[in-house]
């Protein structure tokens, strides 16, 4: 074993898809994706793109049983470990014995990258929310030992090697990367039927006036009401994905390459970024189409902006997470720098708080993701009652959509997002999730479109490219 980590210089490109095609025959490749490039901006939300594949073990649950698959000599160890205890336990496992310490200049230097989903929630308040079988893993997440990091701000990217990867698998990465790209040899993507919601409107109607009883009886005060829509398809959801990030570059976006499943991922929000004991959380709440001139534009963000109710969404929102933060933050480094800002992305305006905080001394990554699992902006308010709530009139499991993508590094940085905006395909069908808060005023109808107007861009950027025989080239 190397006693020091490893770091190449490549050449820069802008587009990551190059890279994620170069290392997708190695096995649950991962591109987490900033969309800095596309966009001609390289803040902290779209600085980076991480590259990475072939992870030492990935830890899976399905329907309650924890599975840890050993990809390098082909084991699986089934453990009834609390998932989060599990996964310190990999980091810390994996550092043991690296004689030098991690590089704190990039953004990812081997750990913890995957999903975490929605349907999670019950193992973290067991008491509180019932399990909801379905067929898709609550969670999958792997360990891995190297990454290729693109730096659009510094117009840089490097490939990294933990001391830990074997060399074996360093030889078998080296080689990936130097192929000469080929034609791709996947089946196209096709999509055989338009995408159909899941959830009737009747069905819609009647969870959302429970919930205004609910509201009204003083049991919550906020409810994120989601519903799901899906198409059958057949060939290669990358397709996809490389298709909806043209239509809307974002940041946050991530396409997961898991045998089980695809995860196209185009969500703006931000769950939790932790950077050197720098904590920072950018919740969601409040939505308007973009306009279809400059003055309609205006006006639909000055109303966002405007909005009485949307600005009491947001504020219940804000006052959950500053609690869940300070559960593993410094007393009294929690603030909130920018309260109802807005950012705008191709199809909707948003109305975005920031809060930050100082990770404690003694708690680590895991810790702040556990007690801040899931976002409260796709919860409500009160958190545990708003995931019973949920879990009672949702009839589909959410899955990924609401949970958390993203990385936990080995050297103390992490980022990760709320999967809003996400797509999820199987071998045959493809999903995506769309939703709102509903509060005391909400009007029923309005919600409804809200839920529409948010996955519109991606639903119609499918259907128009590759429903049916109308398919055309990309």
Known sequence: ????????????????????????????????????????????????????????????????????????????????????????????????????????????????????????????????VSARPHQYPDMLVGLYLWAIISDHQNKSCQLYFHPALAEEKKQRITRALEQQPTAVSAAPFLLKSGFENMTSRQQYDEAFYKIQQWIAAGDCYQINLTQRFSADYQGDPWQAYQTLRRVSPTPFSAFLDFPELKVL???????????????????????????????????????????????????????????????????????????????????????????????????????????????????????????????EIEPNARSVYCGAIGYISLNGRMDTNIPIRTLVADQHQIHVWGGGAIVADSECHSEYEESLTKIRNLVQGLERVYLSNKMVAT
């Not at 902290?44 to 329907?63: G, L």
């Not at 994996?94 to 999670?120: I, K």
């Not at 100082?358 to 976002?375: I, K, Y």
Request: proline share 6%; aromatic share 6%.
């Open 1 to 128: 074993m190397d006693s020091a980590p490893v770091v190449h210089n490549l050449i820069y490109r802008p587009d990551p898809c190059y890279w994620l095609e170069q290392v997708r025959s190695l096995g649950y490749a991962i591109l987490l994706d900033s969309a800095g490039a596309s966009v001609g901006a390289a803040n902290s939300a779209r600085r980076y793109d991480i590259i990475t594949a072939a992870p030492e073990r990935v830890t899976v649950i399905r329907n309650g049983e924890t599975v840890v698959h050993d990809l390098n000599n082909h084991s699986r160890t089934v453990t009834v470990q609390p998932v989060f205890t599990l996964l310190q336990a990999q980091m810390a496992a994996v550092n043991t014995g690296a004689s030098s310490g991690q590089p704190s200049d990039l953004a990812f230097t081997g750990g913890l990258a995957g999903y975490w989903g929605y349907e999670l929630n019950h193992q973290l308040e067991p008491e509180r």
């Open 265 to 391: 991922s185009h969500s703006p929000e931000r769950l939790l970024l932790s950077d050197r004991g720098y904590i920072e959380a950018k919740p969601i709440k409040g939505t308007r189409p973009r306009g279809t001139t400059s003055a309609q534009d205006a006006a639909q963000a000055q109303e966002l902006m405007n909005s009485p109710k949307d600005r009491a969404e947001n504020l219940m929102i804000v006052d959950l997470l500053r609690n869940d933060l300070g559960r593993n933050c410094t007393p009294g480094s929690v603030r909130v720098p920018v309260l109802f800002g807005l950012e705008s992305y191709a199809n909707v305006h948003h109305m975005v708080s920031t809060i930050t905080g100082e990770l404690a001394e003694g708690r680590d990554n895991l810790d702040l993701l556990r007690t801040s699992f899931p976002g409260g902006s796709v919860t409500g308010a009160p958190k545990i009652r708003a995931m019973e709530i949920i879990r």
